[in-house]
């Protein structure tokens, strides 16, 4: 059967990309950050997960905000850079692996989960961006990929109950597929920013820093925060946070290996935290 051997999280601040696009990752705003990147590469390298399944938001780029799913994965063989106003990143194409993602589609529906399925899809720097933070700038991705995009942008977002329960089933989904390859998990976006009103720049490293030490033995009560919360803790973009319970919901017995905070990144915290599976 598959195996998922690790997990990880991460915040897809647009700059990231941009500054390892245009070759600023060693300018001294920037050099503390990437700095901060490379044992989680290295990591990555180490572990080689065959196929990564990346939770993430569309920023309105391949999903208008006239029709918004809750849940939505992406089931095709590969997946484009989406233009999202300065031609798209001159970064690899995502490789899918419809097998696995036609597995889980079903298996999640089956399972009362009904999530809707993109046979095409382009992926904006909430897809890309993670994938730059965990793997740098290489000619293509050193793994297989599996979008799957949450709403998180227009309310009414999922609550993060459910997410986590969201989690959990993927893995059930993973241990129930019939192949030898090893999968990796990640959650994406946040942590606390607000990017508009009255608050914009609003940045609350006490939440942050809770939200990590809770994320990896507690997350049952990371799961129980009602998104009025989120909004007045973490500004009105920390309900991305929500997303990481999905990767924590998949992950049985996690060990914490790496993790790394960064204040400020273009008026964001950004945050990132790493995980093994332990296996039992």
């Not at 997990?7 to 600023?24: E, F, L, R, V």
């Not at 029709?67 to 063989?77: K, S």
């Not at 009103?197 to 809770?214: C, P, V």
């Amino acid at each position: 059967m598959a195996k998922l051997i690790s997990g990880a999280a991460m915040s897809h601040i647009p700059p990231i990309g941009a500054a390892s696009d245009n070759g600023k990752t060693q300018d001294p705003y920037y050099k503390p950050l990437f700095d901060g990147f490379e044992p989680a590469r290295k990591w990555m390298r180490d572990t080689k997960p065959d196929t990564v399944i990346i939770i993430y938001n569309d920023h309105a780029s391949a999903f208008s905000v006239d029709l918004i799913n809750t849940f939505v994965l992406g089931v095709g063989e590969e997946f484009e850079p989406h233009d999202e106003g300065y031609g798209p990143r001159k970064v690899p194409t995502g490789i899918g692996n419809p097998e696995l993602a036609e597995h889980m589609l079903e298996h999640l529906i089956m399972n009362d989960f009904d999530l809707a399925l993109a046979n095409e899809m382009t992926v904006d720097h909430g897809f890309t961006v993670p994938l730059t933070t965990m793997c740098g700038a290489p000619d293509e991705w050193p793994c297989k990929v599996i979008p799957l995009c949450v709403n998180v942008i227009k309310y009414t977002q999922p609550k993060g109950s459910r997410c986590f329960a969201l989690g959990k089933e993927i893995r059930r989904a993973i241990d129930s597929y019939d192949s030898d390859e090893t999968v990796a998990i990640w959650g994406t976006g946040g942590m606390s920013h607000q990017l508009q009103g009255e608050r914009a720049g609003f940045i609350n490293e006490e939440f942050d820093t809770m939200f990590l030490d809770k994320l990896g033995p507690d997350p049952e009560s990371l799961a129980r925060i009602p998104h009025i919360d989120y909004l007045r803790d973490a500004g009105s973009e920390g309900i991305e946070l929500i997303m990481w319970l999905i990767m924590r919901g998949a992950m049985k017995s996690p060990k914490e290996v790496y993790r790394n905070y960064h204040v400020p990144m273009s008026n964001t915290a950004a945050g990132l935290i790493c995980y093994d599976e332990q296996q039992q």
